[in-house]
């Protein structure tokens, strides 16, 4: 059973930069698709970026230009590198790793989320 572990949270400035790690273990994660999910309380989870198997990646709008989500197979980890940080982005962050539909569709096994926190 895959279990992912995100970390790299915590509170910043805005206008300041995080990376965010998602370590999966007990899977490779070299065929999945891989994606970041965040929440804030009372909201449904959103998701925030994708990146695939063969390397192409995509992201929401608000987070276009300022986030980019990486994976280093070797390390079996994803990151989401995140620049230019808005009180808005604060939430926690999930990682995500399935099938593309599976990522879209949020159906998929959760690790424990990594708080973010932007003040104005």
């Known amino acids: 059973q895959v279990q992912l572990v995100e970390s790299g949270g915590g509170s910043v400035q805005a206008g300041g930069s995080l990376r965010l790690s998602c370590a999966a273990s007990?899977?490779?994660?070299?065929?999945?698709?891989m994606g970041w999910y965040r929440q804030t309380p009372g909201k449904p989870r959103e998701l925030v970026a994708t990146i695939t198997a063969t390397q192409l990646t995509n992201y929401v709008d608000p987070v276009k230009g300022r986030f980019t989500i990486s994976r280093d197979t070797a390390r079996n980890t994803v990151y989401l590198q995140m620049n230019s940080l808005k009180p808005e982005d604060t939430a926690v962050y999930y990682c995500?790793?399935?099938?593309?539909?599976?990522?879209?569709?949020?159906?998929?096994?959760w690790g424990q989320g990594t708080q973010v926190t932007v003040s104005s």
């Open positions: 995500a790793m399935g099938s593309p539909s599976a990522v879209l569709a949020a159906k998929v096994d």
């Open positions: 007990g899977r490779s994660l070299s065929i999945f698709t």
